[in-house]
């Protein structure tokens, strides 16, 4: 059984191959000077280093998944809250992590405040499984949601009504303004 070997040394790591009669085996060793010892990291037919260090070229030039959700309202420039943080005015787009439903609220002068959930779905391509091939892919992939809202406009209120609505209030919780509603200073 004869052996062929050769080394190289890269920044103190030393590379050996060594050929037995039917296969070539790469060795990865790590000399440390200062406690007099070599430590081999692995062993690996020659065959496999060029699969492994494809397979490192694929994930390390790996793309990356961009998310973001677009939000836009009839009127624009209302101003939008997920999850209870402020995030800006319509229309805009806010990159976001995580699928779920988002908590959103749109606050707007003259218009009705709208407060509803609404669920960030995942395409099939980021469900687990495929989500490790496709963040592995290159180049960059891209989810862009889109919600749309519509504010109706609040109704004017009448000064005298609410000055009457506030003084039944009152006289329901403050026994001493329980006469005839009127206002006593």
């Known amino acids: ?3 062929d070997s050769g080394a190289l040394v890269c920044h103190g790591t030393l590379v050996h191959q060594y050929r037995t009669r039917h296969q070539w085996y790469v060795i990865l060793a790590r000399t440390f000077p200062a406690a007099n010892a070599r430590i081999t990291m692995f062993v690996m037919p020659a065959r496999n280093v060029l699969l492994t260090l494809a397979l490192f070229a694929v994930v390390l030039a790996g793309g990356c998944v961009q998310r973001t959700i677009t939000v836009t309202s009839d009127p624009p420039e209302a101003l939008v809250y ?19 439903v988002y908590d959103v609220r749109l ?7 709208l407060q509803t959930a609404t669920e960030a779905e995942a395409p099939w391509w980021e469900t687990p499984g ?6 592995a ?42 006469d005839a509603g009127e206002e006593t200073e």
């Open 130 to 135: 495929p989500d490790l091939v496709a963040e």
């Open 1 to 3: 059984m004869g052996w």
């Open 82 to 100: 997920l999850n209870d943080v402020e995030v800006g005015r319509t229309p805009l787009r806010v990159p976001f992590t995580f699928y779920g």
């Open 107 to 113: 606050e707007r002068e003259g218009y009705e405040t």
């Open 137 to 178: 892919l290159p180049g960059d992939q891209h989810v862009n949601l889109h919600w749309h809202y519509d504010l109706s406009p609040s109704e004017p209120i009448d000064p005298d009504e609410l000055l009457d609505h506030a003084r039944q209030l009152r006289s329901t919780f403050d026994p001493r303004h329980r």
